[in-house]
């Protein structure tokens, strides 16, 4: 079965700095375009930060300067380095992906990891 498994979210102070990660599991043969979505109490999913296959990643204005999202292709795995957090960041974080398998591509949502960002 293919999927995303994600970690790295948390409790953490204004200021402070987490590492999500997001693997890809199963039978593919690699990982095209992904993103990163977070969705906020009573707010709508939001992207984060977008890196296609080829090409320089897009991150939203809120995070510009502040997140970096990086891929590491031999472990099927994708990061997003959060700094200088803020409590305005507290949201579930979800990766998604555009993944290469036997049968062509398959989407696929990582189940989310919540953190929380205290003032």
């Known amino acids: 079965q293919v999927q995303l498994v994600e970690s790295g979210g948390g409790l953490v102070q204004a200021g402070g700095s987490l590492r999500l990660s997001c693997a890809a599991s199963?039978?593919?043969?690699?990982?095209?375009?992904m993103g990163w979505y977070r969705q906020a109490p009573g707010k709508q999913r939001e992207l984060v930060a977008f890196?296609?296959?080829?090409?320089?990643?897009n991150y939203a204005n809120s995070v510009k300067g502040r997140f970096t999202a990086s891929r590491d292709n031999a472990k099927n795995t994708v990061y997003l380095q959060m700094n200088s957090l803020k409590p305005e960041d507290t949201a579930v974080y979800y990766c998604?992906?555009?993944?290469?398998?036997?049968?062509?591509?398959?989407?696929?949502w990582g189940q989310g990891t919540l953190v929380t960002v205290s003032s």
């Open positions: 998604h992906a555009d993944l290469q398998v036997v049968a062509g591509t398959l989407e696929v």
């Open positions: 199963g039978s593919i043969f690699s990982i095209n375009a």
């Open positions: 890196i296609p296959t080829g090409g320089r990643t």
